[in-house]
């Protein structure tokens, strides 16, 4: 047996609890009765001591003690040991069954019986068995005329609280160890299933994660333990595939712009060439590793962000302007294909002036890869519209005299007249090297780890991002970041 397994722990603790449980039930038993035997004992003696006492007609201090009171009283006290002192504590009569013995009585029971006190007292010094002495006085006009003492043997009471000892000693570690067998057997049935599962879980490795662990038919805890176990498998199966598709389409990225500057090269170095064709090839690779350069400093970017590495430095943002402020230098790249980019108008005074908690070089970054890509997409001639409002859910705190607290989102619209996605891809485009049009995609500089940013941003700033499109219509990238006011409590930096 393996002391250290989960089952001998089960085991011992079960028979630990019950062994408390049987030993206290056993004491108690055990002092109860011995508690109510003696009583039992006791209130004979005084029920006996008090008929003698009462009995003020019986010549109790002549000869034949026994043949008088039997004949007084009607009653043969049999078992009993009975004597009769007088006030200065001299012997009268006693029992026959005493012969030549007196029952001895303690100065502490004397000095009680002067009082008037009845004394009770346990003697072992007549005979093998102990004694149960009752010491009672009889009192005259105040005065103690005589003392009685009356005994029995607790022979009976000490073979029965003996026999119950010896019962309880046998059957308390029989059944001690027969709770041992039934928790091991009880034990070894509740793990079976946990063994099933540690073996099953062995043969689950990353070559084979589709693998489950069979569920039980009965929803305990053990079930719970195995749907755990399965939703685990499932994540990290999950993961192992994102990982895999992202090395593949990282290996894919990086290998294109590297094939193209290689073959560039070995043009270049096959003949000499007028010093003009050297600048174009030298241009050509620069825009070539300008675009590694990106595609690496964004997994680098989206890496730390996995692995909760950038710190966000959070402070209060006027929306409104910070907004215009980049849609005037986004112009710049749009003049070339002749796109309009503008700030709808205000619906209302309270959407002049909306306010957040943000990194600011990160929501920057954010908006600048949305309307980028928007650019991007959108046919020569078109237009970008970004409109800007709040949802806004208001609250009164009582404790502070109605004291309004504002909660809600600032809900910020990219909406451009580009090509458009199709539905089925409108799911995936916030994933890594994800691009409709790939080869599109290249020749407008894309790596398809803009929106992965983006969506990034947006949830380490506790908000949301979403998309609707239509395709030749044009897609609507929609944000939606958490208001922030002097009276909302400032979100913590991550």
């Keep these: ?58 010549p109790l201090l002549g000869f034949g003690f026994d043949q008088t009171f039997e004949a007084a009283m009607n009653l043969k006290p049999v078992g009993k040991f009975i004597q009769v002192l007088d006030e200065s504590g001299r012997i009268g009569r ?43 006085p009889v009192t005259e006009q105040n ?167 950038i710190r966000l430095n959070k402070e209060d943002i006027p929306l409104n302007r910070f907004i215009y402020g980049i849609t005037e230098q986004m112009k710049i790249l749009a003049q070339p294909k002749n796109i309009q980019i503008e700030v709808a108008n205000h619906h209302s005074e309270r959407d002049a002036d909306i306010h957040i908690l943000g990194d600011p070089l990160r929501i920057r970054e954010l908006f600048i890869n949305l309307i980028e890509n928007g650019i991007k997409y959108t046919e020569e001639g078109g237009n970008i519209l970004i409109t800007l409002s709040r949802e806004v859910i208001e609250q009164t705190n009582a404790n502070h005299l109605g004291e309004t607290r504002t909660n809600g989102f600032a809900k910020i619209i ?17 994933r890594r090297f994800f691009r409709v049009d790939k080869a599109r995609s290249r020749e407008q500089g894309g790596s398809g780890l803009g929106l992965s940013i983006c969506k990034w941003i947006v949830e380490a700033h506790q908000g949301e991002i979403s998309v609707e499109s239509e395709p030749g219509k044009g897609s609507s990238f929609i944000v939606k970041l958490p208001l922030y006011s002097h009276q909302t409590k400032p979100l913590a930096n991550y």
Aim: proline share 2%.
């Design 1 to 58: 047996m393996d002391f250290r397994s989960l089952r001998f722990k089960l085991t011992l603790w079960y028979v630990f609890i019950l062994g408390i449980l049987l030993i206290s039930f056993s004491s108690f038993l055990y002092f109860t009765l011995s508690r109510s035997l003696h009583r039992d004992v006791d209130n004979k003696l005084r029920s006996l001591a008090e008929m003698i006492a009462s009995e003020s007609s019986a």
């Design 94 to 136: 006693k029992s026959e069954n005493l012969k030549s013995i007196q029952l001895p009585i303690s100065l502490q029971a004397l000095r009680n019986a002067s009082k008037g006190m009845i004394t009770y007292e346990t003697n072992r010094s007549i005979g093998n068995a102990p004694l149960r002495i009752i010491t009672y």
């Design 414 to 430: 990219v909406k451009d007249t580009g090509i458009g996605i199709a539905k089925e891809d409108q799911e995936k485009i916030f």
């Design 143 to 309: 005065q103690v005329t005589k003392i009685i003492q009356v005994a029995s043997s607790l022979e009976v009471v000490e073979d029965a609280l003996n026999t119950l000892l010896i019962l309880l000693l046998i059957t308390v570690p029989s059944v001690l160890l027969i709770a041992s067998l039934g928790g091991q057997f009880l034990a070894h049935k509740a793990l079976k299933p946990v063994d099933r599962i540690t073996q099953a879980a062995r043969m689950i490795t990353s070559q084979n994660l589709n693998q489950r662990i069979q569920t039980l038919k009965v929803k305990d805890e053990i079930s719970r333990l195995i749907d755990t176990f399965n939703d685990m498998i499932s994540r990290l199966d999950q993961s192992f595939r994102q990982i895999k598709q992202f090395t593949t389409d990282a290996s894919h990225e990086l290998k294109t712009p590297l094939t193209i500057l290689k073959g560039e090269v070995e043009v270049a170095l096959r003949r000499k060439r007028e010093p003009h064709e050297y600048e174009q090839i030298l241009e050509s690779n620069l825009e070539e590793i300008n675009r590694m350069s990106k595609i690496v400093e964004d997994l680098l970017l989206l890496s730390k962000a996995d692995i909760g590495e």
